[in-house]
């Protein structure tokens, strides 16, 4: 007889990181409500800072127009109006969705591993997305539409996440810090790769390559928040409801497996899924690293390690992080807008030093 495991008889292995208790149920629902006031209000901030400044009333007035007309008295110009409704509130919009999924991913990621140092970047999945992408904005062309960019980016994340099981397999290279080593070898190679395809290009289009290979926001319109908002809402509920099966893997195999779990096969349906949302995310936004690695150890400290509490608060904590990140890029050099992965970068790379150093202390 099969039986679904529950946070209490499945504690996750990476609760173990945390330094702080698990909060009661009403702080819990407190900081829910304050994370998700602070969400609104990152969404206003990143509308209204920019080249030019835009006060948060006209934001909202905007808003509030838009969504009913006539609600609120017109006394902006068109220009500020285009500027709230067409460039920013998507742009921000895309950045909160982006910035969800890959903390959703990597949390997911380091349960299904059991290893604390896993993300989409760090495991090839992001270089295999961006590798579709490139094929699709270089070679094959737009043959299906505005739907050929994700669908090239998940067979691409999908194929990167099969060739680093493959050569685990082959490698014997199945402990947690050897698959994130493989990881990061299939990674070089798949951007090895991708560079090729750069090489054989158009060279005129090189410069709509870089915006995939460094991480960008900027091409976000209305049209694009469709598909990264389904399927980041289908990703998220169907991980929700396997949260106790998450748990469970992060103790161990046989664990899993005599609670009723067919392990080899969630696991590669956890990477399918995890593909899906990546390729979709990098189709939209480029690049971007280690989200998935930092949000969900600094989620940890806070909910613990039930994988119930830990999806969705990653996902709030993911999506304000990546908002204010974007805001660094647009202003720390203004007018220019430095590329989002590069903020990113900087930020996950000192994380994750602090991340080993944590670790090695704690063994």
Known sequence: MRTTPSPETAAPVLATQARLPALARPVRQGLWGLGLVALALSISAAVSIGAVSIPLGTVWGVIANRVAPGLVTTDWSAGRAAIVWDIRLPRALLAAL????????????????????????????????????????????????????PLLAFLGALGSTALVLSVASFAQA?????????????????????NVLIFLGDPR??????FWMLGGLGLAQWAHLVWPALILAGAAIWFRAVAGSLNAMTIGDETASTLGIPVARFRITCFVVAALVTGVLVAFSGVIGFVGLMIPHIVRLVVGGDNARVLPAAMLVGAIFLVWADI?????????????????????????????RRRSRTQ
Request: aromatic share 6%; proline share 4%.
């Open 98 to 149: 982006v910035g969800a999924g890959l903390a959703l991913v990597g949390a997911v990621l380091q349960s299904v591993t059991r290893n604390p140092l896993a993300d989409p970047h760090l495991l090839g999945i992001s270089s295999g997305a961006a590798f579709g992408a490139i094929l699709a904005l270089l070679h094959t062309g737009m043959f299906l539409g505005l739907a050929t960019v």
């Open 174 to 194: 199945t402990s947690a810090d050897r698959l994130v080593l493989t990881g990061v070898a299939v990674s070089f190679i798949v951007m090895a790769l991708a």
């Open 205 to 210: 289009a090189a410069h709509t390559v870089v």
């Open 328 to 356: 660094i890029a647009r202003t720390i050099m203004r007018p220019e807008d430095m590329p989002i992965g590069i903020v990113t970068g900087l930020i996950g790379g000192i994380f994750f030093i602090w991340l080993l």
